[in-house]
Structure formats: structure tokens, C-alpha cells
């Protein structure tokens, strides 16, 4: 059985070697900085799983304090020149689309088939995992499809990954550690509390203030968590089902449809949503690292109202 | 109730206003919260280490790098870039009006893998609106350039958000179903999923209009710009 183990062996293979990379590359003054970081997290792919939590929570407070101590270094320069990837890019014309394409189809085949496929009667892979498996099986499909055409040095994929890894940066990791940070909000009960605040300083006595103090609240409580799945049961719990569906007489499937996705304007516009707001951000090299949410929130917010009306005019029919 | 627990949001939303380092200030935040809620340090960095593992799953999206930069030093954002001149029509709102319809259809299909910043927009979408922009108006001030990008990513963003609600399959969906469940009112997946498309349709006329108005906004922008820089030059 193929397991998510599996791809987490390979995230921890990619980043020893972006590692490794960096700390060969002695033009670059940060080599030893970003060769630890990222070498520290390719422990955590490669044995996390079999590692004490202890032992894991400490090796990624290592990491950020080598972030925060060290100060991680930008990119190298492109290995090729524009004259040279214009030339290329002339030779390869179209084909050069395919193993770029490769990815979605190949992640997109091995969900739909990979379910199905038994061995032994066991599955071959676990169902709920199955479009991760595939993406990472996608990636080296795609990769093995580039060099085969290609034929570049054997070095290139992983000198360009490290170069692409360094653009991104500490934003990588961002995603996962605001995943740490909603287990420790739920471990402290921060969601309870929120919604008691809300309950307490809004006067809801009104349908339209009870619906709009749960549309405004999921967003907002969204953009606290960064996640929409983690303000929906509080939100839910403390306002939609008691207030808009119970008291004032509401339909529950519009309140909870509608509900959720008034949390995604919240997503739109707060750096929490790292993976949506920041990730892109660093991987499109822009100085500013708002600059995506920046151009979200006239939409978040437009959609907030739009949803705020939806629900009101829709819930009560 | 003690309000003590609320630190390390507020150490999220000092950190992020002073601009500190987002890594630091959530690694903070993480562990000031467990803290504050009076578990024991071991326990704390137990916890931490243990949520940071159970989600590595979000970063497996890295593994598209190696293809994705051995294509760029190939020319692969040329190549985009020439694609895009062939196209008469192409303008950057329009290519990116384009995609928002794309990926919120698809999404709406449950073929969410479809898109993504990583596979998508850096190698494709991006060389693409901003190859539009040049050809339009010549070469582009850094910040225009930055400007289109941001829009690229953020074009995904929205489609993939109020698209894929309305497959039934997905997790918002599973989620709001098991949820309820447990509160003792069951529903039908499919009546959450038509209730996401009065959404999606408000989703795509506000971000597709703001969409067809980018091209005259860009060229505002980039006169500005230009402007800007020619003055002094004139002056001397």
C-alpha cells in the first residue's frame, strides 16, 4: 500500500538535497543559514512520523530560530540567461506546456482511478488520502516526463528547486506552523471565548442584526484562525443554530450554506489563509507580502455584503 | 471566563501590524497560547510539534518545484509569454477573466487539482496577464508588473473559493453536513450546494467586473508612472 508516508519520504529526500545545494554553493553568503533550515525541515518529512512530539516540536522551534537568529538568504541568480531560455523556449516551442500540464492531469487521473485499484485484495492506496498520493505521484511523473525531453544536467532539478525553495522562503513553512497555532487556539478554547465576546457586546435583538453579527462574525473569526472550517462550529454553534435558526425562525441549510461561505471573505483578507494569501506572494517574488490580499479585499468585502443580503433575504422565507 | 487564552491572538495581530517576521510571530503566538491556557512547557512544545507533523500534508504542493524550475530555466514563461502575443484579443483582465471562469467551473466539478499558484499561476497564468500588459503598453514599471501578479494569484484564489462549494463532495460541504448532524439536524448535501451558487454567481460578477475594469486602471497607472520619470527628465 502506498501511504502518504510515501511522499513525506520524498519531501524529506527534496529538502536535504536543496540543502545539500545550498551549502555547496559557496557565492552564497547564507549557505550554512538556509542549508539548516531546510535541512531541519526535510528531518521533519523524513522521520517526523517516528520521532517523539517532543522531539518534533523542538526541531521546529529550531527552525525558526534559525530564521529569526540567522536571517535566511534570498535566491541565486537564474542558471540560464534570457537569450538562452528564449532560444530554448523557440526550440521547444508548445511541448514545453507538457510536463507542466502533467501535473493536474496526472493528479486528476490518479483520483479518479486510484481508489479502485486493489492489490491483494487490500487498497492500494488510503482513500482519504488519495489526491495527495496522486499529486505527489504527479510531480515525479512530470519530472521524470521533463528531463527524459529535456535532458538538462543531471543536477538541474534539484538547483532549480533550491532556487525556487529560497524565493519562497520561510513562507513555505508558514501554512503548517498557523496549523500548529489553530491546535493550540483549540486547545486553549479561544473559539469559546470569541463567540462569547460577540454574544455579549452585540445587541441581537433584530433578525438583521442577528444575521449580519453572523455573516461579519464568521468572516472576522475566519480571519483570526485563517480557516473558515475552524470559525463554522463556533460561529455556528453560538450564533447561527440558536439565534437565526431557532429563535427567529430561519432555514438551517441556507443559514449554515451561506454561513460558510461569508467565512470565505475572511479568507480573502487576512495573511492567517497563509497557503491562499502569502504563499503566493513569496512564489510570485513580490516585495510586499500583502500585496495578494491587498488585492483581495475589495472583493472579500463586497462578497461579505452580498452574502449578508443573501442570507437575510433568502433564510426567513 | 478568563480572557487570558486571547494572547496570542493578540500577539498574531501586534506581530503582523509591526511587520515581524510572520514565521516568528505565529511560532510565538503558538506557544504563548498553550501557555496562557496553563499547560506545562514540555507539554506545550509536545503539542506544538505534534500539529506541525499531523499537517505536512499542506506543504506536499513543493514537490512540483524541481519540474516546475527545470521548464522555467527551458523557457517555459517565454514560451507562455509568445503564446499569449498570438492571441489578438488578449488583454491581462480579459486572460484573467478567462481563468476566474475556468477554475470556478472546474472547481464546481470537484477537479479542484486543476489550478493552484504553484502549478498554475507562477509557470503559466502569471508570464501570461503580464505578457498581455506588454504587449499592450510596452514595457511595464516593476510595481504594474507586481500589480498583475498579485491579480493572477488572487484570480485563483476566488475561483477555487466560490467554485467548489457547489460540488457536494467537498470538504466545506462534508464538514457543514457532520456538523449539523451532530447538532441533531440532518441535510441533504446537494441542498447545501445549490444554496453556494447565488454566491458563486455574485462571486463572479464582482471579481470578473473588477477584472474588466484592471486593463483601464493598468494604463492609468502606468501613464503615472511615466509621467513621473519624465518630468525631471524634461526639467533638465
Known sequence: MIGLEFVYVLMGVMMFGIAAVNLRDRSSRKRYVNGAFWALYGVTFLVGSRLPDFVNGLLVIGMVLVMAIGKLGGPPPEAASRAEREASAARWGNRLFVPALAIPAVTLLGTMTLKSLHFHGTPLVAAKDVTLISLGLATVVALIVGVVMLRPPLAAPITEARRLMDAVSWAAVLPQMLAALGTMFALAGVGPIVAGVLERWIPLDTAFAVVATYTVGMALFTSVMGNAFAAFPVMTAGIGLPLVVHKFGGDVVVMAAVGMLSGYSGTLMTPMAANFNIVPAALLELPDENAVIKVQVPTGLLLLVANTAIMYFCVFR | ?236
Open chain 2, 1 to 236: 471566563m478568563s480572557y487570558l487564552p486571547l494572547l496570542g491572538v493578540l500577539i498574531v495581530v501586534v506581530g503582523f501590524a509591526l511587520r515581524i517576521n510572520p514565521l516568528l510571530v505565529v511560532a510565538a503566538a503558538a506557544i504563548a497560547t498553550g501557555l496562557a491556557a496553563h499547560h506545562a512547557l514540555v507539554s506545550v512544545i509536545s503539542s506544538f510539534g505534534k500539529a506541525f507533523i499531523d499537517s505536512r500534508s499542506v506543504a506536499v504542493i513543493w514537490l512540483a518545484l524541481p519540474v516546475i524550475g527545470l521548464l522555467e530555466r527551458s523557457g517555459l514563461k517565454e514560451r507562455a509569454r509568445t503564446v499569449i502575443s498570438k492571441i489578438k484579443m488578449a488583454t491581462t483582465g480579459r486572460l484573467l477573466l478567462a481563468y476566474l471562469a475556468l477554475r470556478q467551473i472546474t472547481a464546481s466539478l470537484g477537479l479542484t487539482s486543476l489550478g493552484g499558484h504553484a502549478q498554475m499561476v507562477r509557470p503559466l497564468i502569471a508570464p501570461m496577464a503580464e505578457a498581455a500588459a506588454e504587449i499592450q503598453f510596452g514595457e511595464l514599471p516593476e510595481k504594474t508588473r507586481h500589480r498583475i501578479r498579485a491579480h493572477a494569484a488572487a484570480a485563483d484564489n476566488v475561483g477555487v473559493f466560490y467554485g467548489e462549494d457547489i460540488f457536494i463532495a467537498i470538504g466545506s460541504i462534508l464538514l457543514i453536513k457532520s456538523f449539523l448532524e451532530q447538532s441533531g439536524v440532518i441535510v441533504e448535501a446537494t441542498q447545501l450546494a445549490v444554496w453556494a451558487i447565488p454566491t458563486a454567481i455574485c462571486a463572479f460578477v464582482i471579481h470578473g467586473t473588477r477584472l474588466l475594469l484592471l486593463d483601464r486602471s493598468l494604463a492609468r497607472e502606468i501613464d503615472a508612472v511615466r509621467a513621473e520619470s519624465d518630468t525631471p527628465a524634461d526639467a533638465a
